[in-house]
Structures are given as C-alpha cells and as structure tokens.
C-alpha cells in the first residue's frame, strides 16, 4: 500500500513542474526576447514587427531569461520598432525586465515625441526636473490632463526587475513592479503621435534618440488589460508570453502527457504485482 502512494506522489512531482498559464483575457501582439546572438535584428516571435538595433545596442548573455539588449544614452543607444502600436482608442498591457543602477531619465518602452503631449512611455527616475522620483518607475500617457504615474519600490539597484503597465481607456493605468501593484491612478486618453515605438529611447523632435543606460529584456506588448493573476505569472516565468504558442504548452499536450504518466504507473504498479 505504502509503495503505491509513494509513485503516485512521485508522479505527481514529476508533472508540477509544467508552466501552465493564466486564462487568457488580454491578446499577444508582440515579443521580443532580446535572444539573439548578433546582428542588427531583434526578432518578434509572436507579430513579426522586429526591431532595428542602433547606436552601439548590443545583445549581451546575463539576461534574465537568455541574452539581453545592453544600451547606452551616451552612444545614442535604442531599438527602433517603427510605427506601431498607437493604442489611441484601447486597452493596452506592456511587460519589461530592467537592469540599471543610472539616476537620471530613463526611458523603457516608449512612442511619445519630447515636448508633445501625446502617446506614451514607460520609465525610470522620472521624466521632468520638478517631478522627479529617483529609482522608481513610472508610466506617462500625458493627453490631456498629463497624469504622470510614479511608483513606490527602487528599481535602480542593479538585480533585475519586471516593470508592468495595464492601460484601460476610460478606467484606470496600473503600474506593477516585480509581480506587485505599485501604483494607481486614472487614465488619461492617449493622444496620436507620428513618433516610433522605441525600446531604450523616444524620439526628440523627428529623431529617434537613446535615453536609457543598463540592459533590457523580455518585452511584450498585448492588447487588452492583463489581469493581477497574468502580470504575476509573468514574472515567475520569465522569457514567457501568454498566449504565444512557442512559449506554452497546449493544454492537450499536457493532457497527453499526464496520460502517459497515469499509464506508466499503472504498468510499474502491474509489474509489481
């Protein structure tokens, strides 16, 4: 009797260790892993929107999941995604994994052109002189009453944290830091911009422009408003998309293999006997 339940409790450790992923309510549109081991490209595995490398952007190991992209603001550093992504009139989730230790403006994901009250961007240590937060993170999308939203917990200790932004139109923007709630406050709509969605940067006047220092990695980008429940299994999973085929076993594939486990014991439990 003892020797059955102890297979069956070994069986049971064997299978825990799948990822399975929340519910899906919010889509994926984009993902890009930062994996690459060269080159100019940083692929998106789900949309196919790839980005430009420029400036002296380089993909480095350490990453907290494979490789990274490592930026600099003083060479001009960024990954230039194109015209994508407005989001003027929808909900919209982004999810990023920061490693910096520099104090001053660090721009994460952004489309937003300097001095124009339009678009949006995710952030570090603040966006203007008066307002700054040092080490926090913060979110902008600033039309038209420039709601700037800062959070609570230091970001800018140089280990690895999950930044998260849930933008509901009409509702609220959320700002999750490592998996927690950071900061709250009421959105703002998002105004029209003809500046690029840029990782590592945003685009002063017409130019695209490096304003982030420190590595990037791990950035997803979903229409739809992720859930508390989707932002944490996001960063106990790293390197992982919800929804993105690659990334997650299909649930049939799980319900296979857990077939193949109930058999295995069986014939071990026969053999036994």
Known sequence: MNFNKIILVTGA???STFVIAPVQAATILSHWTFDETGGTIAADSVGGQNGILQGNATLVGGGISGNAISLSQATNDLVNMGNIYGFTNSNFSISAWINST????????ARHTAGIVSGYMVFVNGINPGERQLTKAGFYAPFPNRHVLHGNTTVTDGDWHQIAVVYEQGG?????????LDAITASDPIGATSAPFL??????????????TGLIDDVQVYSGAL????????YHNPGVAIGESSSIPEPSSILGILSLGVLGIGAALKRKS
């Not at 520099?102 to 994901?109: E, G, I, M, P």
């Not at 609220?172 to 927690?180: K, T």
């Not at 859930?227 to 996001?234: E, N, R, W």
């Open 102 to 109: 520099v104090l001053n403006d660090n721009f994460v994901v």
């Open 172 to 180: 609220n923007s959320l700002l999750y830091v490592d998996g927690i």
């Open 227 to 234: 859930s508390a429940s989707d932002i944490q299994f996001l």
């Open 13 to 15: 450790i064997a299978v």
């Open 199 to 212: 990782v590592g940067g945003v685009a002063v006047g017409s130019q695209p422009t490096g304003l982030y």
